[in-house]
């Protein structure tokens, strides 16, 4: 019942959480048709990859100005621009032109995330519980329902653009109901407080383990489950697809657990099932195996990221709220910026089950900083 009355209280941000993860969830599963269609080698198309990180993180380093910009309809102009947005990488062959394509998509996906969580936070602020994890579980059931859509789609033989299409009106359809009016708070009368650098890096350096590792499931997955394992395009799109439904499975528990354990308990176990998980995947068998590893390491990191976002809401003060969660998000979604390209060379050099051993190394690294968090003083 809290999980339903949270996503109630956050309807809205609630709805472009589902619009950006559709969308997602789309792209990965086509993964394997759209690096065919290109030629591009494992290494060549996640330096591609670039392209969305360059975008999304130049929007981010934008977005608190585009906010206080657009006001009530932020989240609604991010929508507009992802469904346009999203009609472009699947119809090119030429490997800069995607790069092009998929810049122009991570700049409307990093303005709508920053907008969505900055208003998660605020209504966090406002009813003074925990939100978070709820939002971004309806990201990955929107993810995981997108990339079942694709396995149908692929088996039908159905080519990416009329199934970006499809969502974009989904999208555009939605638009009404992103309309959020926002809250300013100004600052304290006296605050004299310093800029909050060691929350906004450690709270990032989180956030950007979770999503680099969330990043390179999404991107690789698929074909690992393929060209690893011999799996066919429906089964290779199961991949993308379990880690979606297990990670909404994660966040909507991890809604119930947020309302009852402080954020650095849960994100240190949550780091350590993750990387069981992605042991597991790297050392699959057959697809089921990896479908395993893929659940469990979802299960895991669903929940690192929303709580180092919202942590790094409790840890400054008020009105620096959304510049924070902005440049927390800087950091985290630069983890889009550096896993493709690292997972493609790691792949090239060692093969994809080492590149998912490595993923599993570097969500331990969260313990350390999850620790070093706790000491930080909340807001």
Not at 134 to 161: D, I, K
Not at 343 to 353: E, I, Q, V, W
């Amino acid at each position: 019942m809290s999980i339903l009355n949270a996503l109630s209280l956050s309807r809205r941000p609630a709805t472009a959480f589902v619009v950006v993860g559709m969308f997602w969830g789309c792209f990965a599963a086509y993964v394997p048709v759209i690096k065919a269609q290109l030629g591009a080698s494992d290494a060549l198309f996640g330096t591609l990859l670039l392209g969305s990180a360059t975008g999304l993180v130049s929007a981010m380093w934008l977005a608190p100005r585009a906010d206080r910009l657009l006001g009530p309809r932020g989240m609604q102009v991010g929508a507009a621009m992802l469904a346009v947005a999203w009609l472009l990488p699947g119809q090119v062959t030429v490997p800069l032109l995607f790069a092009v394509t998929m810049a122009f998509v991570g700049l409307a996906s990093g303005l709508l995330d920053v907008v969505m969580n900055a208003r998660v936070s605020e209504l966090e602020a406002r009813h003074n519980r925990p939100l978070m994890n709820a939002n971004h579980a309806m990201f990955s059931v929107a993810y995981a329902c997108g990339a079942l859509v694709v396995g149908f789609a692929r088996e039908a033989g159905l080519p990416p653009l009329p199934v970006f299409a499809g969502f974009g009106v989904i999208a555009v359809l939605a638009l009404p109901l992103m309309r959020m009016d926002v809250t300013y708070v100004a600052a304290e009368d006296g605050y004299a407080g310093k800029y909050p650098l060691w929350p906004i890096v450690i709270c990032g350096a989180i956030v950007l383990v979770a999503f680099m590792s969330e990043a390179t499931v999404e991107a690789w997955s698929a074909l690992h489950v393929e060209r690893t394992l011999g799996g066919g395009a429906a089964e290779g799109a199961l991949g993308p697809a379990m880690l979606g439904l297990t990670m909404a499975v994660g966040r909507f528990s991890g809604q119930a657990v947020a309302e009852r354990l402080r954020e650095i308990p849960v994100v240190i176990g949550a780091s350590i099932i993750s990387a069981v998980g992605a042991v597991i995947a790297a050392l699959a068998a057959t697809p089921l195996m990896a479908y395993v590893g893929f659940g469990i390491l979802g299960l895991g990191v669903s929940v690192i990221g929303p709580m180092g976002l919202a942590l790094v809401g409790k840890l400054v003060a008020p009105h620096l709220r959304t510049e924070a969660i902005s440049r927390t998000a800087v950091i985290g979604f630069s983890g889009f910026f550096f896993a493709p390209m690292l997972m493609g060379l790691l792949s090239d050099a060692f093969g994809l089950r080492m590149a998912f051993l490595a993923v599993a190394v570097l969500l331990l690294s969260v313990v350390p900083a999850a620790i070093f968090a706790k000491r930080l003083p909340v807001r």
